[in-house]
């Protein structure tokens, strides 16, 4: 059976056991600023080995946004006129350089960016962090630099939740989005799954067996708890925030049939949103809260719907393809990706909600599934698997080239990427 309906399938039964058209973004990549990226500036000698770890992570999220090409710079270093001269006639485009110094623990950095055009500083600015988040620190001088010179979000220091079972069981662990301090979140012996952090806070809300029935349940990573929110007969599940924080939206059997309901944040005044015969699953919010985007067999095969945000005025947005799931909007509202059958596996598609367009994102022989959007409405984290081995894989849908996120850590599933808070 088809992962849609399996899912679910697998959810109810534990419950009852116990009780090519071509889109403006779509490989059609804009052209890249080149961007000379000098050596770091070091109060000390001693200080330079930290100074090229530091500039290798800066160097890499400036690469991976996509905005740029990073031209070889050797040792430059300074910033006199007549170097930004002679960088002109190179053709670069933006010039970066770096102060850093550490501090007791810490590390202090000071980010100029000149465009090299005008000779003008686009960005001059001081960052300190603790030495243990130096890969922090550098991704929040990356999204200054990314914002300064485009004007358009980077990655930030955002994280990536995903469910693991390199523990025995599956439970959700937390990683930086570039890979570095993995963190398991959830312990025990009962499975937990279908992790979603919210807009606003630290908080990641997820599907939990541990009373071996299905409820959704809140981690708050600042205070480090775990909350029960919907404990109701039957399923409970694919629970989401609206863009506010203020609500959720989810699926719940309670009445029989897996359906689509509305509560506040902490589980109450339930409202109930869909009534068909059909399984209704995988909501999720529009960046500006007046529609809920999911998916539905009531056409016969899982196909993707959005309807307004109290149930009414459902459409169907998928014509292509017989079988789509897991929709995911885009944090700028304009595209939802999700994954279609393509072949006998799924691949990645993202598809334009006005017009009704959609372009394939992935083309490998692997199954691509669970897409989840990163903070810059550009790159897809998702899960992959082949030859029955899942990991968590990163896509820059302009451009392609799959990046590998996690390696040794068992199977890898079910990504959900957070804002850059």
Request: glycine fraction near 6%.
């Amino acid at each position: 059976m088809k992962k849609f309906l399996f899912t679910l399938l697998l959810l109810t039964m534990a419950t009852s056991a116990i009780a090519q058209v071509s889109l403006s973004v779509s490989k059609r990549a804009s052209s890249k600023t080149k961007l000379a990226l000098a050596d770091f500036e070091c109060a000390s000698s001693d200080e330079t080995a930290l100074a090229e770890e530091l500039k290798g992570i800066l160097k890499n999220d400036l690469k991976l946004s996509g905005h740029f090409l990073l031209m070889a710079t050797g040792s430059v270093s300074g910033n006199s006129l007549r170097e930004i001269a002679n960088w002109k006639q190179r053709g670069a485009e933006v010039l970066v350089f770096t102060q850093m110094e550490s501090r007791g623990s810490s590390i202090e950095v000071i980010s100029k960016v000149i465009d090299v055009t005008s000779g003008q500083v686009v960005l001059k600015e001081k960052f300190k962090r603790p030495e243990a988040d130096k890969a922090q620190l550098m991704h929040e001088v990356a999204e200054a630099i990314i914002q300064g010179v485009t004007g358009k979000p980077g990655l930030g220091a955002s994280q990536i939740a995903f469910v693991s079972n390199r523990s025995g069981s599956k439970q959700v662990y937390t990683v930086d989005w570039d890979g570095r301090n993995l963190l398991q979140l959830t312990n025990g012996r009962e499975i937990a799954i279908y992790p979603k952090w919210s807009p606003l806070e630290q908080k990641i809300l997820c599907t939990d067996y541990s009373n071996r029935l299905p409820h959704i349940f809140v981690l708050d990573l600042v205070k480090q708890t775990k909350k029960p929110l919907s404990k109701r007969p039957g399923l409970n599940a694919f629970a989401r925030y609206s863009p506010d924080g203020k609500k959720m939206v989810l699926t719940l059997s309670r009445d029989g049939n897996p359906e689509l309901y509305t509560c506040m944040a902490d589980g109450s005044r339930l409202k109930r949103l869909t009534r068909t015969k059909s399984v209704e699953s995988s909501p999720c919010w529009t960046p500006d809260g007046k529609k809920i985007v999911f998916v539905s067999n009531r056409s016969g095969s899982p196909q993707i719907y959005w309807m307004n945000a109290d149930g009414s005025q459902v459409q169907r947005l998928t014509r292509r393809g017989r079988y789509n799931t897991s929709p995911e909007v885009s944090p700028d509202g304009n595209l939802i990706a999700y994954c279609s059958m393509v072949g006998g596996k799924f691949q990645l598609f993202v598809l334009d909600p006005e017009t009704r367009e959609s372009v394939q994102v992935t083309r490998d022989t692997n199954s691509n599934e669970d897409p989840s959007w990163g903070p810059n409405s550009r790159h897809l984290a998702y899960t992959s698997t082949k030859k029955y081995k899942s990991d968590i894989y990163l896509i820059d849908i302009n451009e392609g080239h799959p990046i590998r996120l996690t390696r040794g850590l068992k199977d890898c599933t079910s990504p959900s990427w957070s804002p850059s808070y």
